[in-house]
């Protein structure tokens, strides 16, 4: 009996049947398919984004700054010094500021310059300072002066200025050094109510969403290729 199971056995090994189960280099397979199929998504989601960010609005992306209204009884409403092309992951090459006012009819204006000019020019003018926004309204830090002694768009201090009735918008490319925004009414009179939306335009949006999408999708096929394609003609190669 002994014999003849392991003549039995022997001859079953000559039969050509793959072997069965999971090894270690099928599991190696499904692990390095996996993983190039999950950067493949990836790649492809976030290139589709932002070819979609590119064709859409001239390729300027919102960056989510118009959610909440504000209202000052001051002059001017300002922003605290930022810089552009630190804060915005130095990818845009243009930002554009767009202040509507509560009053579609309201002559309003909207400045933006170097930190050390605009805060010269603000330093005599009873203004606001927003440094952040949330829903139950902004925190801010009002400052005393007077009044201005002009129209705010004959200041010399705006490096990108828009002004006139309804919502206004300025487009500025970017540069270095710190910058402040500021909204008034365009007569220099008190108080001023509105939302303000700001936007980075990243000038190879669609070259590189472009990019992304076909390298994600060509990343995709070839973790197909791996996961069924390899397995299937290592089967193969086991049969004799």
């Known amino acids: 009996m002994t014999d003849r199971a392991t003549i039995a056995s022997n001859e079953g090994q000559g039969t050509g ?9 099928r599991i190696a397979t499904v692990v ?5 199929a999950l950067v493949a998504l990836v790649a492809a989601g976030l290139g589709g984004t932002v070819l979609g960010m590119g064709l859409n609005d001239d390729g300027y992306m919102d960056l989510g700054t118009d959610r909440f209204p504000h209202s000052v009884d001051t002059y001017a409403m300002a922003t605290d010094g930022f810089q552009a092309d630190a804060g915005l992951g ?13 009053d579609p009819s309201s002559e309003v204006f909207i ?27 902004d925190d801010q830090t ?46 220099g009179s008190r108080a001023l109510a509105g939302t303000v939306s700001v ?6 949006a ?18 197909v290729i791996w996961l069924i394609v390899r397995p299937m003609r290592r089967a193969r190669g086991r049969v004799s």
Not at 121 to 126: R, V
Not at 157 to 166: E, I, L, R, Y
Not at 182 to 187: H, I, L, S
Not at 206 to 223: D, H, R
């Open 111 to 137: 400045g933006l310059g170097e930190e050390s000019k605009v805060r010269e020019y603000l330093d005599d003018i009873e203004h606001t300072v927003i440094h952040d926004s949330t829903p139950d309204g």
């Open 17 to 25: 049947k793959p072997t069965a189960g999971w090894t270690g280099g």
């Open 142 to 187: 009002d400052h005393q002066g007077g009044s201005p002694a002009g129209a705010p768009a004959d200041a010399d201090v705006w490096s990108a200025k828009a002004s006139g009735a309804g919502e206004q918008t300025l487009t500025w490319t970017v540069e270095s050094g710190e910058m402040v925004a500021v909204a008034m009414n365009a007569d």
């Open 90 to 102: 130095a990818l845009y090459e243009d930002l554009r500021i767009t202040f509507t006012p509560d």
């Open 199 to 204: 936007a980075g335009k990243i000038g190879s």
């Open 206 to 223: 669609t070259l590189l969403g472009t990019a992304l999408l076909l390298g994600g999708l060509v990343v995709l096929v070839a973790s």
């Open 32 to 36: 390095c398919g996996s993983v190039l």
